[in-house]
Structures are given as C-alpha cells and as structure tokens.
C-alpha cells in the first residue's frame, strides 16, 4: 500500500523553463510535506516543506502547492537551472502523533534533467 | 563534522553473515532516524530513536534487524544472517526533537551476496 506517490519516474526540462513535480497521497492524516533532493552518492538533503494549513509555500525559485481535496501537491521550479538536475522526493509525515515528526513516508522519486 | 556522517560507505557481505552499520548524527540532535532505500524504491522508515530509546520500532522488516544508540549519539544499526533482498541503502538521519525535516547522512550500500 503505497501512500506516497510520484506517478513520473523522469522529467526532462529545458534551462530556464518550469519543471513541475508531482506527487498524491492517499493518508488523509498527513498533515505536513516535504520535498527532498537527491544527488548520487549523497543522502537527501530538505528543498522544501508545507504545513496542511497552507495551500501555498515559495522560497526562491522552489514553489510548493497543496491540493487537500486532492490529496496532491506539485514542487515548481522557476526557472529550472542544470544544476537542479537530481532526484527528487516527495514525503509526508502525520507527525508520529507527536513523537516522531520526523517519521516520513516517501515516494519513489522523479528524476529531472535541465538541459543547457 | 557539520552533517550526519555513516560508515562504511560500502560493504558487501556474503548471504548469512552479520553486518554492523554505523550512524554518527548532527551533535544536539536527539532524534535518530534509520531509512533504507531499496533499488528503484523510494525511502522506507525502519527506526526511530528520541536519545537513547525506541519509541518506534514500527519499520524494521524482521527480526534480524536490530539497532541501538549509545550516549544519546552513535546509533548501530545490525542485521543477522543477511538475505539478498537485505541489498540496499541504508541512510541515517537525525533532527531536533520537533523538526519534521531531518538530515540525512550519505548512506551505507548494502550489497549481499
């Protein structure tokens, strides 16, 4: 029972254009987001998060949306730059009931390629 | 070190043989977190520990696997007569107590054969 999803393996994205990320759950007790970057050989490092209570977080170039009804959110990055090139990962968290917040359900990741 | 650090970076092992990994978190931080990442899968949680104790044991696959910490800091996390589908990366994170996003070490590759 997956309850995280990212239904793209790979994204390919031309430098400067948007790339846009996305992701579904289906926990409807996940009430905080967080996207992840990946690059090989090195552990994943925080891009950005959203509480439940927001639909919308931005910091820089990374914009984060949240679609409760939906139980969708999308990562935009504007503009994208080769360097982004990574994998990225959604995760959730319910908040361990309080103990654990950092208890995170991941999805499978999506590859993006930015290309000079 | 500034970052979470784990060693070894790579070990292979033959099929029934015990492995150790070993988890070195950000200094301060009290949560620890184990994570395994098997191919083409994204992160899967294992165990969570709030200094030295457990509260969350909830992830770890069988009973092979067991992990302690030491000191409120270096975290071991052991698995016993290892399987080929033990193969992965193993990641280590660690936080503060109420930071939902943690840091993340560079993994140890699991490789059993």
């Known amino acids: 029972d997956q309850q995280v999803k990212q239904n793209s393996p790979s994204l390919s994205v031309q430098e400067g254009r948007i790339s846009i990320l996305n992701c579904d759950y289906t926990?409807?007790?996940?009430?905080?987001f967080l996207w992840y970057k990946k690059y090989p050989a090195e552990g994943p490092t925080f891009l950005i998060s959203i509480s439940s209570i927001k639909d919308k977080n931005e910091d820089g170039r990374f914009t984060v949306f949240l679609n409760k009804s939906a139980k969708h959110l999308s990562l935009h990055i504007v503009p994208s730059q080769p360097g982004d090139s990574a994998v990225y990962f959604c995760a959730a968290s319910d908040g361990g009931g309080g103990t654990s917040y950092g208890k995170l359900t991941f999805g499978q990741g999506t590859i993006l390629t930015v290309h000079p | 070190g500034a970052g979470v650090s784990q060693s070894p970076s790579n070990k292979v092992t033959e099929k029934g043989k015990d492995v150790e990994l070993r988890c070195d978190p950000i200094?301060?931080?009290?949560?620890l977190y184990w994570y395994r990442q098997s191919l083409g899968q994204g992160l899967e949680f294992l165990i969570y520990?709030?200094?030295?104790?457990?509260?969350?044991k909830s992830g770890l696959p069988s009973d092979r696997f067991s992990a302690e910490r030491t000191g409120g800091s270096v975290s071991t996390l052991t698995i016993q007569r290892t399987q080929q589908e033990d193969s992965a990366v193993y990641l280590c994170?660690?936080?503060?107590?109420?930071?939902?996003?943690?840091?993340f070490g560079p993994g140890t590759r699991l490789t059993v054969l």
């Open positions: 926990n409807s007790m996940f009430d905080y």
């Open positions: 200094s301060g931080h009290t949560a």
């Open positions: 520990f709030q200094g030295n104790s457990a509260p969350d």
């Open positions: 994170a660690s936080s503060l107590y109420v930071d939902p996003a943690p840091f």
